[in-house]
């Protein structure tokens, strides 16, 4: 799969999920952004970083959880079809 995905040998442009990328996908990750995605499983299992409900969580914790949980439907329903 490293090879299919850019990350060994020759960097290619290749499109994942509609997004063109000339370089490995995972080095696109950043430590900021894997936290986020530890935090969705947590968010996903009712817990939240602050206390108090949905608008006492920071902006971009929000924000964050609204792009991977539609990226996490999207994945799915691509997955069944």
């Given at each position: 799969?490293?090879?299919?995905?850019?990350?060994?040998?020759?960097?290619?442009e290749?499109?994942?999920?509609?997004?063109k990328?000339?370089?490995?996908?995972?080095?696109?990750?950043?430590?900021?952004?894997?936290?986020?995605?530890?935090?969705?499983?947590?968010?996903?299992?009712?817990?939240?970083?602050?206390?108090?409900?949905?608008?006492?969580?920071?902006?971009?914790?929000?924000?964050?959880?609204?792009?991977?949980?539609?990226?996490?439907?999207?994945?799915?329903?691509?997955?069944?079809?």
């Amino acid at each position: 799969m490293k090879k299919v995905r850019g990350c060994e040998g020759r960097e290619e442009e290749i499109e994942i999920e509609g997004i063109k990328v000339n370089r490995c996908p995972m080095r696109m990750i950043t430590g900021k952004t894997m936290a986020y995605i530890e935090a969705y499983h947590a968010y996903r299992s009712g817990f939240l970083p602050n206390s108090g409900g949905w608008l006492d969580q920071p902006v971009k914790f929000s924000e964050a959880m609204r792009v991977i949980e539609g990226a996490m439907e999207r994945f799915g329903n691509e997955k069944s079809l």
